[in-house]
C-alpha cells in the first residue's frame, strides 16, 4: 500500500502560471519534506515542516511557498513557474523521534513541465 | 558545507558484482544512506550505517564505511538486470528530528545482458 502518495505524477502548466502539488501520507509522520531534483542531479531539500513548524532552506526562491493543513497532506506551491522550475518534485517523510536512525520515505514524485 | 561525490556511471555484466563509490566531508555525519531511484520514480531507501559500524551486509547489498577517509561504498552481489537504476549516497549530520539528507549526484548503474 502506497505510504507517500503524490498526485498528479505528471503536470503540466504555464510560464506564470501558478501550480500546486500535492502530497499526502499515511504514516502518521511528524516530519515532511519537499525537494526538487533536476534531471541528472541530486534531490535538493527545498523546506520541510516538523509538525507545523515550517523551515526554509536558505536558498529556496520566494517563487516557493509550502502549507501543511494537517498531518496527512503538505501543498507546495509555486506561485510563477519559470522554465528553470522544470523539475521532479519529490515528497518524503519521516517520524520525527529525536535521536536514532530515521528512514525518510519518499513518494513517486511529480514531473512538473513548463511550457 | 557538507559534500557528497559520487562517480557518475558504472556499467557491469549480469551476474558480476557492482561496487558504487561514494566520498562526503561532513565529518560529524551520524547515518550514511544508500537509496535507488528507477526512471521516473522516486527514492527507495536500500540501506544505511552507523558510522560507528564498518561495514553491514543485507542480502545481495554490502556497504562498507571508512569513516578516516570518509569513504563510503556499496557492493551489489550477482548484479541482475532490475538492478539498473540512479543510486544515490546520502548522509545526515542533523542531531534533530528533522534529518536533513545531503545527496550525492548518484550513480547510474548499467547492467549489461
Known amino acids: 500500500d502506497a505510504m507517500v502518495i503524490q498526485n498528479p505524477r505528471y503536470q503540466v502548466t504555464q510560464f506564470g502560471k501558478p501550480v500546486t502539488l500535492s502530497c499526502s501520507q499515511t504514516?502518521?509522520?511528524?516530519?515532511m519534506y519537499w525537494y526538487q531534483q533536476k534531471s541528472s542531479q541530486a534531490p535538493k531539500l527545498l523546506f520541510h515542516y516538523y509538525d507545523k513548524d515550517f523551515n526554509n532552506e536558505a536558498d529556496t526562491p520566494d517563487n516557493f511557498q509550502s502549507r501543511r493543513p494537517n498531518t496527512s497532506f503538505c501543498f507546495l506551491d509555486i506561485r510563477s513557474p519559470g522554465l528553470g522550475d522544470a523539475a521532479m518534485y519529490l515528497c518524503?517523510?519521516?517520524?520525527?523521534?529525536?535521536?536514532?536512525?530515521?528512514?525518510?520515505?519518499f513518494g513517486p514524485g511529480t514531473r512538473l513541465l513548463v511550457l | 558545507g557538507e559534500d557528497v561525490e559520487q562517480s557518475l556511471f558504472l556499467s557491469v555484466r549480469e551476474g558480476d558484482s557492482s561496487v558504487i563509490n561514494c566520498t562526503y566531508t561532513?565529518?560529524?555525519?551520524?547515518?550514511l544512506y544508500w537509496y535507488k531511484q528507477e526512471p521516473g520514480a522516486g527514492l527507495q531507501l536500500l540501506t544505511y550505517i552507523f558510522s560507528n559500524m564498518d561495514m553491514k551486509q543485507d542480502q545481495r547489498l554490502t556497504v562498507l564505511l571508512n569513516k578516516k577517509d570518509k569513504h563510503l561504498s556499496l557492493r551489489i552481489a550477482d548484479t541482475q538486470t532490475g538492478d539498473s537504476a540512479i543510486y544515490f549516497c546520502a548522509e545526515s549530520a542533523s542531531p534533530g528530528s528533522a534529518r536533513q539528507l545531503t545527496f550525492g549526484s548518484g550513480t547510474q548503474l548499467t547492467v549489461l545482458p
Open positions: 561532513d565529518s560529524s555525519s551520524t547515518y
Open positions: 504514516l502518521n509522520h511528524n516530519v
Open positions: 518524503a517523510t519521516n517520524r520525527g523521534d529525536k535521536g536514532g536512525q530515521e528512514t525518510q520515505y
